[in-house]
């Protein structure tokens, strides 16, 4: 089984997926998980990174060039200009891509004509572009409260609709991060789990 975030039991939910979504509050460890798991992939296999938040820390990336040599780092702050980088993402062909968040854009013109349909075809067009590639497409997501109260990620039924795992992140009283896996791939035998991670200088520390 590849190695993507150091926890067994995540991992085997990952290999068996093709489109794996993180979601939490700001500060969760959203980007940090990404970039933990692009740090194994990227050295050996293409990847494109794309931040649409300001959120990725170049600084860290800096620090461990080895961990993301084959690694395309880009940036897309305007809901067209996303859509642009989907297909010229498409032309380049890499293997692996991530997208952090795929939703915060969507969550300003979330009421706009078209954003809907503009959000799931970026979404596709990445999906098709990675299983070409027989790699994975990772993303995180912001969230929002729902009508019945509950922390859910922008745009959920669409997200639900494309990726196969999808997986929730809090954060506790004692500013432990809890991962909880929302929803499994479909051949996954279906375990409820509950993970504790810190973040780190360099990255995610599992707790036992």
Not at 39 to 48: A, R
Not at 175 to 194: D, M
Request: aromatic share 12%.
């Amino acid at each position: 089984m590849q190695y993507y975030t150091g926890n067994s039991e995540l991992d085997k939910y990952i290999e068996e997926s093709l489109s794996i979504l993180f979601y939490g509050p700001a500060g969760a460890g959203k980007t940090t998980l990404l970039l933990t798991i692009a740090g194994e992939l990227c050295k050996l296999h293409s990847c494109v990174y794309v931040s649409t938040e300001e959120t990725l820390h170049y600084e860290r990336v800096a620090k461990y060039p080895d961990k993301y040599e084959k690694a395309l780092f880009t940036e897309a702050y305007d809901y067209d200009e996303l859509l642009k980088t989907a297909i010229a993402v498409s032309a380049l062909k890499p293997r692996y891509v991530f997208i952090d968040s795929i939703n915060s854009l969507f969550r300003l013109e979330a009421l706009k004509e078209g954003s809907v349909e503009k959000l799931a075809f970026i979404t596709s067009l990445l999906l098709e572009t990675v299983e070409r590639n027989s790699g994975k497409l990772f993303a995180s997501a912001q969230v929002r409260s729902s009508e019945a109260g509950e922390v859910e990620a922008s745009g959920i039924k669409i997200l639900d609709y494309y990726f196969d795992l999808i997986v929730s992140i809090l954060i506790d009283s004692e500013n432990k991060r809890i991962l909880r896996v929302i929803k499994f791939p479909v051949k996954a035998i279906k375990e409820a789990i509950e993970l504790k991670f810190a973040i780190t200088e360099s990255g995610v520390v599992w707790y036992a």
